[in-house]
């Protein structure tokens, strides 16, 4: 088990390209989540993902945002037209699918974007 | 809907001290997880510890444990013998009840910078 990742860990863009992030859950959680963190804030919810179907969308997530989940492994978050509004900290999260700790999200360390 | 408060932005302990850092929420569910969450400065996020709604005994995790109260819906973190590496963001979060949608809503409060004094 080594964890939830995310690449790349760090993004710098230009106002109206288009950038792809990609999170590798742990192996065997079905469940994954992506989030928006602004700084001073708190993980905002962006979309769910069950095995490859996407399950819940949150109304952050414009026409603009894309997320897939093509094998029910790994998940790509695509923003097009960036904005300097989507500056944030991009995180992923997983979650199994028994266990004791099954109600637990696991956080991966984060795609950190710049929109200059 | 639900909400998730902390109240305090920033909190700052001695080390070997205790610290007690607050969250409230607002719901109607009856059943739902409550979670505190540490995020150090490298910011991955890391579950610190958890309690079920139903249960009415308090969580504990070796240095931290949390003071559960249902009907006051309040969940506060205490941090015993506070060490260095305990300097993180603090953050509170609820989980809701099975949702038609397949899910389940996490919910975040906004933090608590948790600094700790040598």
């Known amino acids: 088990d080594t964890g939830v990742s995310q690449d790349p860990r760090h993004k710098i863009t230009k106002r109206g390209q288009n950038v792809t992030f990609r999170c590798d859950p742990i192996?065997?959680?079905?469940?994954l989540y992506w989030y928006r963190q602004t700084l001073g804030q708190g993980p905002e919810f962006l979309t769910y993902f069950q095995n490859e179907a996407q399950l819940e969308k949150s109304r952050l997530l414009s026409d603009r945002f894309s997320a897939e989940r093509p094998k029910g492994s790994f998940s790509t978050l695509e923003i097009q037209r960036t904005e300097q509004g989507d500056s944030a900290m991009y995180l992923c999260a997983s979650r199994p699918r028994t266990g004791a700790l099954q109600e637990t999200q696991y956080f991966g360390p984060g795609t950190r974007l710049l929109v200059l | 809907a639900q909400t998730v408060t902390q109240s305090q932005p920033e909190m700052s302990v001695q080390e070997a001290e205790t610290v007690t850092l607050s969250c409230t929420y607002d719901?109607?569910?009856?059943?739902?997880?409550l979670f505190w969450y540490k995020q150090p400065p490298s910011r991955q996020m890391i579950l610190v510890i958890r309690?079920?709604?139903?249960?009415?005994q308090n969580a504990t995790e070796n240095r931290f444990s949390v003071n559960f109260q249902k009907a006051a819906k309040s969940f506060s973190l205490k941090i015993s013998d506070s060490q260095l590496g305990d300097a993180a963001m603090y953050f509170c979060a609820y989980r809701s009840a099975y949702l038609t949608s397949g899910t389940y809503k996490y919910i975040f409060g906004t933090g608590t910078r948790l600094k700790v004094l040598a």
């Open positions: 719901t109607s569910e009856s059943d739902y997880y």
């Open positions: 192996s065997e959680h079905n469940r």
């Open positions: 309690q079920e709604a139903y249960k009415q």
